[in-house]
């Protein structure tokens, strides 16, 4: 029998189930009699101190808190594994490399970069893609971005951009936004950020979720075969799901409806057995294509383009199971960019080296010692054997009377002796022997002075559609920035990489001249081919597995129209949520009353990819002029939504102002009897673009 809940006792003992040994206890193992009430000296006398009880909970309640990480302190964590499909020995001797069919044991850390962790998700902001592989040789961290590139050359100016680009240290604010003057007065003096600063005001930095983004490694790295010979390597992550991304309104909105939108959407996906996948992809090339290549391959801000250096897939990354407890996992878990295994190698890159130093060193601020590698989260799931000990919470010292080496036990006199671990010249780690040779110097190489070509390059790879979203956020973004001059000056930086663009921003944020071009360290090549690759919607889904369709239903709806949607969208494998006036749900022309997963003004329609209106004339009259169903319908119209209807609803649509201007991307459901199944295949193609107001070629 389970034991009631007793008012009397504070409600220390209700709702326990029986036969388990539930009794609380303290940290020490204590039995506890009653945590609810503090012992004192008498009913209304002082509090003792003598209560060990009351006092740990109350200690270890202090010091719940650790630092945030100091950027990329909004994430989130899930598990995984990385299936080989295709071995590279002729690459790589790395264990997870070598035989097709080896599952290796993953947890991927999603993030913002510049919000604190309590910041929204929908940000504009890139979006860190960090994987630490437990491989049989140790842990290999691949500490990614959703962007290929960085805003920086060299290690050395990371906490300026990073101060740049977080709140102004006099006012605390603006909160996850980097528009504002610090930034843009700090990139603007920092040509090497242009072509960073064209993908962050692409799309990319406001995506649909984290499970329709790509990751990349950004730096080149080495892989080294089992005969010593290296090739250098970039690392790709590309969705499965595809790429997709919100409207910028549609990211402000979505931020007040619901910050939690991309773990949220993360959490549902894995809970619905819908795991997202990726696969990997690599570019291997030479020393001789390094030579021959434009732009130096250790320059941060430089891509190799697909359509120059093919990505060869070689795997797959499957998420599949959420965290048990978020603290444990996903605020513990420290990803260090020099966790590498046999077989993989660093280069030259001054950013990665930089990188090198800082991630280990921040770790031990973060977590407290250097003892964060016993911590489960982070502990190498193959055999662990060194001579290290001690330190803040060691959890398991090495056994035995050797802690040191060269030792002799283990022979002579100390046969019996455990004499401890020994290096391996065979299966050890072998730094890749390149020759390096030079002065000691303080200089950016000539061959990192390129600043625009590929900035160039990538605006023109882009849709009109996704052109003007560019536009239209470096104006947005500007016009918050305060001194004219800082305006200025990028839009002098942007006329080396597009007129174009440079006039629709000069002409947006309110410049009767246009300034002179910031002076150029190298003139930009104009004409680099455009590469499709770098586009989000040439690289979209074609279909709606995975997305959310909102039916919005009101009393009255016809129950035939809302059954044919739900299996229309089951069928596509994707979501069906229920929104209605109210939480109860709504009574459906057949009777029936249908429960509603959302109430309309916490179930908006921008947290959807598509939504249907389905309900009586009665019902539409009604909510005519209710804000929140009228913003419904506005805002699937103005963010290009594929919408379903019944006629019924003439009269909230009239209301919204979009009766009389229904397209293409609008559709009757009471136009056949496949007509749910067809909305359904429409909205494979995510949004209806011909709404907006695009540029044309
Ligand atoms: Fe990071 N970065 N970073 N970064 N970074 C951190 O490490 C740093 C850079 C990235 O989910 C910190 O554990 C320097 C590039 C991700 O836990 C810190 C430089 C890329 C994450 C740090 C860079 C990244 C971090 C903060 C300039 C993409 C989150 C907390 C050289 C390739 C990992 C921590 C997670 C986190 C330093 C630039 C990705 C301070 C010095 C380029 C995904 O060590």
């Given at each position: 029998m389970a034991k009631e809940f007793n008012l009397s006792d504070g409600g220390a003992n209700h709702q326990l189930p029986e036969g388990k040994d539930d009794v609380m206890t303290t940290a020490q193992g204590h039995p506890v009699a009653d945590d609810q009430n503090w012992l004192s000296a008498g009913p209304r006398g002082p509090q003792l101190l003598e209560d060990h009880v009351a006092r740990e909970k109350i200690f270890h309640f202090d010091h719940e808190r650790i630092p945030e990480r100091v950027v990329h302190a909004r994430g989130y964590g899930v598990h995984g594994h990385f299936e080989l499909k295709k071995a590279i020995p002729q690459y790589s001797r790395a264990a997870i490399f070598n035989d097709v069919g080896t599952k290796t044991p993953t947890f991927t850390?999603?993030?913002?970069?510049?919000?604190?962790?309590?910041?929204?998700?929908?940000?504009?902001?890139?979006?860190?893609?960090?994987?630490?592989?437990?491989?049989?040789?140790?842990?290999?961290?691949?500490?990614?971005?959703?962007?290929?590139?960085?805003?920086?050359?060299?290690?050395?100016?990371?906490?300026?951009?990073?101060?740049a680009a977080k709140p102004a240290p006099d006012r605390g604010f603006p909160q996850a936004q980097t528009a504002h003057d610090n930034f843009w007065d700090f990139v603007s003096l920092s040509p090497e950020s242009?072509?960073?600063?064209?993908?962050?005001?692409?799309?990319?930095?406001?995506?649909?979720?984290?499970?329709?983004?790509?990751?990349?490694?950004?730096?080149?790295?080495?892989?080294?075969?089992?005969?010593?010979?290296?090739?250098?390597?970039?690392?790709?992550?590309?969705?499965?799901?595809?790429?997709?991304?919100?409207?910028?309104?549609?990211?402000?909105?979505?931020?007040?409806?619901?910050?939690?939108?991309?773990?949220?959407?993360?959490?549902?996906?894995?809970?619905?057995?819908?795991?997202?996948?990726?696969?990997?992809?690599?570019?291997?090339?030479?020393?001789?294509?390094?030579?021959?290549?434009?732009?130096d391959v250790l320059d941060a801000t430089k891509i190799i383009p697909e359509e120059q250096v093919p990505v060869e897939i070689i795997g797959t990354l499957t998420l599949d199971a959420n965290v048990d407890n978020f603290f444990a996992e996903t605020e513990q878990v420290a990803f260090c960019t020099q966790n590498i295994v046999p077989g993989i190698d660093h280069s030259d890159d001054p950013l990665l080296q930089g990188r090198n130093f800082s991630y280990l060193d921040t770790q031990l601020k973060r977590l407290g010692g250097p003892n964060f590698t016993h911590i489960p989260i982070n502990a190498p799931k193959c055999p662990v054997r060194h001579f290290q000990q001690d330190g803040h919470m060691a959890m398991h010292n090495p056994k035995g009377r050797a802690n040191y080496e060269p030792n002799s036990w283990g022979m002579g006199?100390?046969?019996?002796?455990?004499?401890?671990?020994?290096?391996?010249?065979?299966?050890?780690?072998q730094s890749y022997p390149a020759e390096i040779s030079g002065p000691k110097v303080r200089v950016r190489s000539e061959t990192f002075a390129d600043h625009y070509s590929q900035a160039r390059q990538f605006y023109v790879s882009q849709t009109p559609v996704?052109?003007?979203?560019?536009?239209?956020?470096?104006?947005?973004?500007?016009?918050?920035?305060?001194?004219?001059?800082?305006?200025?000056?990028?839009?002098?930086?942007?006329?080396?990489?597009?007129?174009?663009?440079a006039q629709e921003v000069a002409d947006g944020i309110g410049l009767t001249e246009m300034p002179d071009k910031v002076p150029a360290a190298r003139d930009p090549i104009t004409d680099l081919p455009e590469s499709p690759a770098l586009s989000i919607l040439r690289n979209g889904p074609d279909n709606f597995k995975g997305r959310k369709l909102g039916i919005y239903v009101a009393d009255g709806a016809d129950a035939g129209v809302v059954?044919?949607?739900?299996?229309?969208?089951?069928?596509?494998?994707?979501?069906?949520?229920?929104?209605?006036?109210?939480?109860?749900?709504?009574?459906?022309?057949?009777?029936?009353?249908?429960?509603?997963?959302?109430?309309?003004?916490?179930?908006?329609?921008?947290?959807?990819?598509?939504?249907?209106?389905?309900?009586?004339?009665?019902?539409?009259?009604?909510?005519?002029t209710d804000k929140p169903s009228i913003d419904f319908v506005n805002d699937a119209f103005a963010h290009a939504k594929f919408v379903a209807y019944v006629p019924a609803v003439q009269p909230l649509f009239e209301n919204a102002g979009v009766w009389n201007r229904m397209d293409g991307g609008f559709f009757n459901l009471s136009s056949g009897t496949d007509a749910a199944s067809e909305f359904l295949a429409q909205c494979g193609k995510l949004r209806f673009w011909d709404r907006e107001s695009v540029k044309q070629d």
């Amino acid at each position: 029998m389970a034991k009631e809940f007793n008012l009397s006792d504070g409600g220390a003992n209700h709702q326990l189930p029986e036969g388990k040994d539930d009794v609380m206890t303290t940290a020490q193992g204590h039995p506890v009699a009653d945590d609810q009430n503090w012992l004192s000296a008498g009913p209304r006398g002082p509090q003792l101190l003598e209560d060990h009880v009351a006092r740990e909970k109350i200690f270890h309640f202090d010091h719940e808190r650790i630092p945030e990480r100091v950027v990329h302190a909004r994430g989130y964590g899930v598990h995984g594994h990385f299936e080989l499909k295709k071995a590279i020995p002729q690459y790589s001797r790395a264990a997870i490399f070598n035989d097709v069919g080896t599952k290796t044991p993953t947890f991927t850390r999603f993030s913002t970069v510049a919000g604190n962790k309590g910041s929204p998700d929908l940000a504009r902001d890139v979006r860190g893609f960090a994987t630490k592989f437990y491989t049989p040789e140790g842990n290999w961290d691949l500490v990614g971005n959703n962007i290929p590139v960085f805003f920086i050359q060299d290690a050395i100016k990371f906490p300026d951009l990073i101060h740049a680009a977080k709140p102004a240290p006099d006012r605390g604010f603006p909160q996850a936004q980097t528009a504002h003057d610090n930034f843009w007065d700090f990139v603007s003096l920092s040509p090497e950020s242009m072509h960073m600063i064209m993908w962050i005001m692409s799309d990319r930095t406001i995506p649909r979720s984290f499970r329709f983004m790509e990751g990349f490694g950004v730096h080149t790295f080495r892989l080294v075969n089992q005969a010593g010979k290296s090739h250098f390597v970039k690392f790709h992550w590309k969705p499965r799901q595809g790429l997709q991304s919100v409207i910028w309104n549609e990211a402000l909105k979505i931020n007040g409806a619901d910050p939690d939108f991309h773990r949220r959407d993360m959490w549902d996906a894995i809970d619905a057995g819908d795991y997202p996948q990726w696969d990997l992809g690599i570019q291997v090339f030479d020393e001789d294509f390094a030579d021959s290549f434009e732009f130096d391959v250790l320059d941060a801000t430089k891509i190799i383009p697909e359509e120059q250096v093919p990505v060869e897939i070689i795997g797959t990354l499957t998420l599949d199971a959420n965290v048990d407890n978020f603290f444990a996992e996903t605020e513990q878990v420290a990803f260090c960019t020099q966790n590498i295994v046999p077989g993989i190698d660093h280069s030259d890159d001054p950013l990665l080296q930089g990188r090198n130093f800082s991630y280990l060193d921040t770790q031990l601020k973060r977590l407290g010692g250097p003892n964060f590698t016993h911590i489960p989260i982070n502990a190498p799931k193959c055999p662990v054997r060194h001579f290290q000990q001690d330190g803040h919470m060691a959890m398991h010292n090495p056994k035995g009377r050797a802690n040191y080496e060269p030792n002799s036990w283990g022979m002579g006199d100390g046969a019996e002796e455990d004499r401890g671990p020994r290096a391996s010249p065979d299966r050890g780690f072998q730094s890749y022997p390149a020759e390096i040779s030079g002065p000691k110097v303080r200089v950016r190489s000539e061959t990192f002075a390129d600043h625009y070509s590929q900035a160039r390059q990538f605006y023109v790879s882009q849709t009109p559609v996704e052109q003007t979203h560019m536009a239209n956020a470096l104006t947005f973004e500007l016009s918050k920035v305060e001194r004219m001059d800082i305006r200025k000056r990028m839009v002098g930086h942007l006329r080396h990489i597009d007129d174009g663009v440079a006039q629709e921003v000069a002409d947006g944020i309110g410049l009767t001249e246009m300034p002179d071009k910031v002076p150029a360290a190298r003139d930009p090549i104009t004409d680099l081919p455009e590469s499709p690759a770098l586009s989000i919607l040439r690289n979209g889904p074609d279909n709606f597995k995975g997305r959310k369709l909102g039916i919005y239903v009101a009393d009255g709806a016809d129950a035939g129209v809302v059954k044919a949607l739900q299996k229309a969208a089951k069928e596509a494998g994707a979501m069906a949520k229920i929104v209605a006036p109210h939480i109860a749900g709504a009574m459906l022309s057949d009777g029936n009353k249908l429960q509603a997963d959302e109430k309309i003004d916490g179930g908006p329609s921008v947290v959807f990819d598509a939504v249907a209106v389905v309900m009586s004339e009665e019902s539409a009259i009604r909510y005519s002029t209710d804000k929140p169903s009228i913003d419904f319908v506005n805002d699937a119209f103005a963010h290009a939504k594929f919408v379903a209807y019944v006629p019924a609803v003439q009269p909230l649509f009239e209301n919204a102002g979009v009766w009389n201007r229904m397209d293409g991307g609008f559709f009757n459901l009471s136009s056949g009897t496949d007509a749910a199944s067809e909305f359904l295949a429409q909205c494979g193609k995510l949004r209806f673009w011909d709404r907006e107001s695009v540029k044309q070629d």
